[in-house]
């Protein structure tokens, strides 16, 4: 997860993709930059409570993490225009929280997780905040 929190930091630096609705992106953005550290501060608690649940070896950041988050800036921004009319549609709410239900289940994802993927879509549905 901490590789995905550098990437959601780092999507600024990409330049409007593909004609999109800055607006929009940014409200995404904002929610998935809220639920990295959500997720962040959840893990440093653990591994304070616990040392032995730390990681044991860390990413280079030059070689490893940044050309990794260099192409998942440009996925995740594809993605949401590429779901630009999903978005918009009175369904969209429903769906996604199915959706995130089956990724929760699928990753069994532990609570920091589950509650920073609740976090980090709350404004992914145009003109909905999702409430589950």
Known sequence: ??????LLL??????DISGFVAL???R????QIEAS????RALFRRWSADPRS???RRPDLRTEVRPRLDRLTVDMLEAIKAAERARALPSCERKLTWAAFRVSARRDLDRPHRAGLHRAL???CEGQLVSW
Not at 10 to 15: F, G, K, Y
Not at 28 to 31: G, R, V
Not at 37 to 40: A, D, F, H, I, M
């Open 122 to 124: 709350g404004s992914f």
């Open 10 to 15: 780092s999507v600024t630096v990409v330049p």
């Open 1 to 6: 997860m901490l590789v995905v929190t550098v």
């Open 28 to 31: 995404i953005e904002l929610d």
């Open 54 to 56: 730390r990681p044991v």
């Open 37 to 40: 550290k959500l997720v962040q």
């Open 24 to 26: 929009a992106t940014d």
